[in-house]
């Protein structure tokens, strides 16, 4: 008996001998640093992460705007095509108080990233230093802050579209009018930068005057309550055209100038709303330049999940503004907008 148990003692000896030397023959891969290490920076990016969604706020002026309204759908459309994305869209209702505010309730909610849509130059810059005091990255969408501390800007150069409004203006008039202009609202960067371009461009034609400019405030009833002003003021012939700083406004100045029997008024807008475009193919609107909305909101979100994704913020990128000013044209940008 006792030599038995001997003989399995022995037998339990080497087969636990021969366990150990299996283990130490080929060592794991934890057990090699330089392995340990690239395990561990290959989790660190988070470009490779498996299955990983980017939450990323998204505050916008008013959606009572048609312009914001092209954005918002774009931005909707955006989340649903893009399964690395979860955009939670805010409106500010133009309050920039409630800007500021839903900003930092993003930022509290967590968020990755924030796309920024200004409401105001100057006061909407304040969101750009909660963001970058919480460490988030900040990307600006179509309208800028006084800040330049934000990320990258995606848009358009805003003066732009005003030079193209005031040659679209002045070749219309053949170099010789009388020109008023409805502004948008006052210290936003859009009525600064269309108000810049449209002067800068009228300045070089001698001949037309830049009768009065006042403020519509982006809205459709505002811009038609100061042009039923003008016509009570300047009888025909007093009034060849007016530029608005959106389509809205132009719109509103298109019903004034209907119900008052003055067709003989060039009305010009810019954005490229659906009912601008349709009134340009109808005749009742001379011609609107065409902000592609579609566009920069795509590029905005790409280039967040790029730095999201550890490169670097381009800075700046730059989508072209299109003149319209034939029924052609105008049909050809309705059918993207619908």
Known sequence: MKKLTAVVLAILLVAMVAVGCSGTAEPSASADPSKA???????????????????????TQSWEHEFLKNMVNALQAIDESMPDVELVIVDSE????????????????????IILNADSVEGSSQAVVAAKNAGIPLVELVS????????????????????????MVADMLGGKGKVFEIQGVMGHSAQINRGAGIAETLEKYPDIELVESQSGEFTKDKAMSVTEAW??????????AIIAHNDGMALGAMNACISANRPEIKIIGIDGDAEALQAVIDGTMAATVVDDVETESKLAVEEMVSILNGNEPKGKILAEYMPVKTAEEAKVWLEKRQ
């Open 144 to 167: 800028l802050t006084e800040n330049e501390d934000y990320d990258t800007f995606v848009g358009t150069d805003v003066k732009a579209s005003g030079l193209l409004a005031g040659e």
């Open 37 to 59: 290490a690239e395990s561990s920076e290959s989790a660190a990016q988070p470009a490779e992460d498996a299955g990983k969604v980017w939450k990323i706020g998204i505050s």
């Open 94 to 113: 133009d309050s920039v108080e409630k800007q500021l505010n839903d900003v930092d309730t993003l930022i509290a909610q967590g968020v990755d990233g």
């Open 231 to 240: 016509l009570a003021k300047y009888p025909a012939g007093e009034i060849d």
